[in-house]
Nanobody, 122 residues
Framework: QVQVVESGGGLVQPGGSLRLSCAAS????????MGWYRQAPGKQRELVAE???????NYEDSVKGRFAISRDSAKKMVFLQMNSLNAEDTAVYYC????????????????WGQGTQVTVSS
């Protein structure tokens, strides 16, 4: 009933930029928050950035000043602009949406995308 799809990953040189996109679709009653997580090889998945419906944002410390999260609430989309990329940013990036469906409007839950690979290498 709900699908979450990421795009925009790829190979980029150190110091370069990428813009990730995520779209949620289906029987969405209310989207409460959207965010980005990443998982590097041998590491646990970690929060990169998130944004609420009201526009409040939260960033992991290492990406502050380099990454920017934004949203299009009407289209149920969230974006992650990544600048000044370095090797430590190499990971699979996942989009997570916290939302309620028409079928269960009072019970929001998390929905995850399949992930998109970001590789920073020269």
């Amino acid at each position: 009933q709900v699908q979450v799809v990421e795009s925009g990953g790829g190979l980029v040189q150190p110091g370069g930029s990428l813009r990730l996109s995520c779209a949620a679709s289906g029987s969405i009653f209310r989207s409460i928050s959207m965010g980005w997580y990443r998982q590097a090889p041998g590491k646990q998945r970690e929060l990169v950035a998130e944004i609420t419906l009201s526009g409040d944002t939260n960033y992991e410390d290492s990406v502050k000043g380099r990454f920017a999260i934004s949203r299009d609430s009407a289209k149920k989309m969230v974006f992650l602009q990544m600048n000044s990329l370095n090797a430590e940013d190499t990971a699979v990036y996942y989009c997570k949406v916290h939302l309620a469906t028409y079928q269960n409007p009072l019970s929001p839950r998390d929905y995850w995308g399949q992930g998109t690979q970001v590789t920073v290498s020269s």
